[in-house]
């Protein structure tokens, strides 16, 4: 499958992104700039974004509930060239009561290890911490994801 | 320095992206859908602009007027999962009389090898191959890129 998008620039270092089918979006290297994002943004939204489809997909098909999904995502970047992030936190929150917390950490090793096509293309130096937050009527719990010994 | 990004289930696999300030983008796995884009049309978005961002900045820096600027980048994905980029083709289009092609390879070299932050994260298994074009009055020219010996 072949994916193709265009970049052009606008003026300074605003740029507008394209696609085929003439879907655009701004870029900018300042994000306080009207409503564009930066790439480094862009980068984490990717990587969340992949992941979080990967999650509820795979959720839904072992009929969990889920009432509320999101996916929060925290980089700290290199204060050297190249600035890429050192770190990246990601963290799942699921909201439903009939949610089992084994049914949702097979569901984020499933995406980690086999799915995730952004997740599978980063550089192990970027080390990437998994927390997830599963919310019922009962309260709220907060787990630490531990990567299978074999990944990475 | 940190980034902080939210992504939000709106329906099925529709989601809102949101950084801190409240900027919002929408993602969906189906392209048809609406404005919506999908986390890998994203990832070249967010490589495709940051290295663009690193050449025009580089290139004024050298005084080179560029009358037009262009990045398109081509991702081939794995039949298998996880179904990443295993080639993604990038080609950088410079228009401008004076532009030296000098400059443009020099430009281009600190993007990939020093400078861009989205490039530095990206696994040796993901074959990204260069080209760059300059359109002068003259006509056009296409040129490869090839990587330093000692780069990755």
Redesign the interface.
Known sequence: ?????????DEA?R?K?E?A?G?T?E?N?A?EMG????????????????T??DV??ILERQRQK?E??????????RED?????EVIALEYKIRGDQIRKEAVERAIRLSQE??????????D??KISVTYRIITQGGEQTYSYLPSPRDH
Chains 1, 2 share one sequence.
């Open positions: 499958m072949q994916i193709s998008i265009k970049l052009k620039r270092l740029i992104a696609v089918d879907r979006l870029l290297s994000k409503h564009a994002f930066t790439p480094m943004e862009l980068f984490l939204f990717s990587l969340a974004g992949c979080a489809m509820i997909w889920i509320k999904f999101e996916v929060c995502a925290q980089g700290n970047r060239d190249p600035k890429y992030y086999k799915y995730c096509s952004v997740r599978a293309m980063i550089k130096k970027v």
